[in-house]
């Protein structure tokens, strides 16, 4: 994954010449800062990528040019799919608690309670 | 080239800078000068904008023809007759990407340096302008506030206002708001700036031709947006210092 | 390797037990693409019905079809509804389908917030259209909201906000999406499928995700802010008490901008797939192509107030520079478009078809891109129909056409039959002049100075007539758009088996049957180039 770190890293490098540039002629904060936070974020993800592929066989499989189909053999590429009522049930949750913003605090406790319910029910399902 | 529809004077000095600003894109309207393009700019920073706009409108259709021909060229040219050979499989030619890329920068390079040029002048505000007015946009008219004066002029949706102006001298204008975004807009000016509650922003206005003018409102400010319209009456500087004296 | 026809025209898997349940609790992200296609889809078309709402109030001048409330409305759910919910969630939806399958993996990185990802983004829609049953009627502050017009104070009503709730959940669903397919398509690459033989629609896709991660904060901060000053008392906004109204539009078009090629950049990458297989040779300039999608993405965000060049606030020139230079990685596209087409041997089927249509069409949106990031003519133009004109020729000339153009090409991947060409012609047929005659005159219209978001418009010389114009051509455009509609109901009902490959595909998604099984892949062939399948059918040739 050597491309994918180098690609945030320079797009990290964009971010900061970008936002000094833009500083540089305006003097605008809050356009400055939404530049620099960009670089921040993506220096943030080169640093994740770095991380969790480091010696993984998989991603070393997938970068090798002559990589063989079995090279990978024994690791899935990617989860399977499977079934699971709590996305839908969490989203309902959600909608629930936002649009109780507008209809009434009643409503959004309500769609809270079962938002945190679904949320906490979907978080031990993926583990 | 003919431009006997342009609308410009017989005897036309064809130097080339005013061959691109000023006969090429009357020569493209049809049925009269200008007529399928922007008016000509009732102000000296409208000419100059107007001027701006035929470079780049031309330089846009040049680059329209050529690319619209490569396609249909291809289309055309290439369109399968025989399944007989597979094409070529070329995957690519660097040095003519690297024209490709390096050409367009040329040209937007020079469109960025005409456009600075011509912003300078647009937005240059004269340190003694003859007259300052002070325009306020509310929901959904105008108010003008003649600085110095004190006169001053109001509208309602269905009586829009007017605002008077003189002819060859340097109006000041500074456009605030009092409740939304609202947008001061004169398309013979082609000029617009927006009025915005808490802001002042001020601009010059050099009339080059008298006359009546249409004003609107630009930016959406709500129900009556569409009705939030005024005009802009040019007089010579003579008229102008009469009609301030008046009332 | 074609796989029979009999497995090609069965449904998918699990649609057997025929139960609607399966579609709720699926985290397959084929079934999650189809849903997201189809619900966006479907505002495409709620939209598309305002649209011509609005076209019948501006047939001529003076009418009154609709009043002047009932028209604020129609125009800011047709703008939210296209930007929010078509353009940009349908682009998300084929990626959800494609990208998983493209590079060689079972499914997303995260399937459950996957799945999550679309039920937020179908709430979201139902909620901003919610707003319609509400006794203010629905938001009608136009699609980007101005501050403080958007303001409590200044009249909207419960409507505007569930139009922000809304937004802060299709927001949550896009950046959710976004990771996922960053993580999908870095992380979960088949052996051999190094960077630089992703297929282009996926690094397109990439770019695109990079992107919603940083436009969407921004926005959900402006949305957030608003919904603060409307109903707990905030003065973020509110000059009166020492807010400021520029805050908000550097906010939003910091994701404004980035978000107009959120909305391109899959479909540049639906036309890099397509051209190719219809022109029978490799993509021209892969490299090219690639580096300009990055350079797209990285100037895009510094770009984002050539939409305020009016307000005086901001330095014209910094933005004019970076948004001329945005066209030449876009100029780099079109040609590599264009070499892919030299000297292949072209076939025009429908995806083809939509294709040219794009080319066409976008170039012309690109051309007035160019002469708006002027911002002396921008004076003049912005804000007026030259501005509708644009917009619409990037997104429904270039965006809606390369949809077309997708749906066409992976209908028989996705279903396993294929859509009819002739209807498909037909379509093609109509919606380009449709297209051509409802967007053009807008152009002139906008120089001669119609400001955008009008109610009605004097009789001015000319103005009735480009607008009557424009309504015509608008109802050729639905129609068009309707014959694809009746072609996929006709199309299902007597299904043509479209086999694994019906067009000589590329990319690694032809290899597998159609539709693909729920894994999405019994075997993978080794991968040698950025065109696996054909890499696959050379050696397959090549055997005795
Ligand atoms: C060559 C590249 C492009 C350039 C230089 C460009 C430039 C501009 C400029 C300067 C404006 C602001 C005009 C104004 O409000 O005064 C604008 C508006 C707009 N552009 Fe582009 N553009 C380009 C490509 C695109 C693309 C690819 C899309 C979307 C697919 C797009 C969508 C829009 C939209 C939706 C607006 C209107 C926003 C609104 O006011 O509602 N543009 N463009
Ligand atoms: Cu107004
Ligand atoms: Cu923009």
Known sequence: MKTGTRMFLSSAAFGAAIASIYWYVSHETVGTMLLALIGVALLFVAAYIFLTVRGDRRQVAADAADAQPQDAAGEIIGPLPAESVWPIMLAIGVVLALDGLVYGVWLAVLGFIFATFSGVALFRESR | MQFANSGEPAVVRCSLRSFFLRCVPCGLALSGCGSYGPPAGSTRQAQAIHGLWGVLLWTGIAVGIIVYALILWSVLRYRNRSDATPPPQFTGNPPLEITWTVIPLLIVGVLFFLTYRVERYVQDVSPHPAVTVNVTAFRWSWRFLYQGSGKAIAGTPDQPPQLVLPVGQTVRVIVTSQDVVHSFYVPEFLFKRDAIPGVKNAFDLDIAKPGVYRGECAEFCGLSHARMLFTVKAVPAAAFASWMQSR | ?544
């Open chain 3, 1 to 544: 390797m074609n796989g029979t026809v009999a497995e090609a025209v069965r449904p998918p898997r699990k649609a057997q037990s025929a139960d609607f349940v399966a579609w709720l609790v699926t985290t397959d992200h084929k079934r999650i693409g189809v849903l997201y296609m189809c619900t966006s889809f479907a505002f495409f078309l709620i939209a598309g019905i305002l649209a011509l709402a609005i076209r019948a109030q501006l047939a001529a001048p003076g009418l009154s079809v609709v009043g002047p409330h009932a028209f604020n409305e129609l125009f800011t759910l047709h703008g939210t509804a296209m930007i929010f919910l078509f353009v940009a969630p349908f682009g998300l939806g084929l990626a959800n389908y494609l990208v998983p399958l493209q590079v060689g993996a079972a499914d997303m990185a995260f399937p459950r917030v996957n799945a999550l990802s679309y039920w937020l983004f179908v709430a979201g829609g139902l909620t901003v259209f919610s707003g319609a049953a509400t006794n203010g009627g629905a938001a009608d502050a136009g699609w980007f909201a101005y501050a403080p017009l958007s303001d409590i104070r200044n009249g909207s009503g419960a409507g505007m906000d569930l139009w922000i709730v809304g937004l802060l959940m299709v927001s949550a669903a896009s950046i959710m999406t976004g990771i996922n397919l960053l993580a999908t398509s870095l992380l979960y690459r088949a052996p051999g499928m190094t960077m630089w033989r992703l297929p282009v629609f996926t690094w397109e896709m990439i770019v695109t995700s990079i992107l919603i991660l940083m436009a969407f904060p921004p926005l959900a901060t402006a949305l957030a802010m608003v919904f603060v000053d409307r109903r707990l008392g905030g003065h973020f906004f509110d000059a009166a008490h020492g807010g400021n109204p520029i805050l908000y539009q550097h906010l939003f078009w910091f994701f404004g901008h980035p978000e107009v090629y959120i909305m391109i950049l899959p479909f540049f990458g639906v036309v890099s797939e397509t051209i190719p297989v219809f022109s029978r040779k490799p993509v021209f300039g892969y490299v090219g192509l690639v580096l300009s999608a990055l350079a797209i993405g990285g100037l895009s965000v510094g770009v984002w107030a050539h939409h305020m060049f009016a307000t005086g606030a901001v330095t014209n020139s910094f933005f004019s520079a970076v948004s001329f230079l945005i066209a030449v990685p876009t100029g780099v596209k079109f040609f590599n478009w264009i070499g892919t087409m030299w000297r292949g041997q072209l076939t025009f089927p429908t995806p083809m078809l939509f294709s040219i249509g794009f080319l066409l069409n976008f170039l012309i949106g690109g051309i007035t891109g160019v002469i708006m990031a002027s911002p002396p003519v921008d004076f003049h133009i912005e804000d007026t129909y030259f501005i509708v004109a644009h917009l619409h020729y990037v997104l429904m000339g270039g965006s809606v056409f390369a949809i077309f153009a997708a749906i066409y090409f992976w209908f028989p991947k996705v279903f396993g039959f294929r859509l009819g060409e002739t209807l498909g012609k037909w379509s093609f047929w109509m919606m380009l002049p449709g297209f051509n005659l409802t967007f053009f005159p807008m152009h002139v219209l906008g120089l001669w100075g119609m400001p955008r978001r009008v109610v009605t418009y004097p009789a001015l010389a000319g103005w009735a007539h480009l607008n009557l114009l424009a309504t015509a051509g608008s109802v050729l455009l639905a129609l068009g758009v309707l014959l694809t509609v009746v072609n996929v109901w006709l199309s299902s009902r007597r299904p043509t088996p479209a086999g694994d490959d019906p067009w000589g595909g590329y990319s690694l998604e032809w290899v597998t049957t159609s539709p693909p099984p729920e894994h999405n892949y019994e075997w993978i062939p080794a991968i040698r180039s950025e065109r696996p399948a054909y890499d696959m059918r050379q050696t397959a040739a090549k055997a005795p």
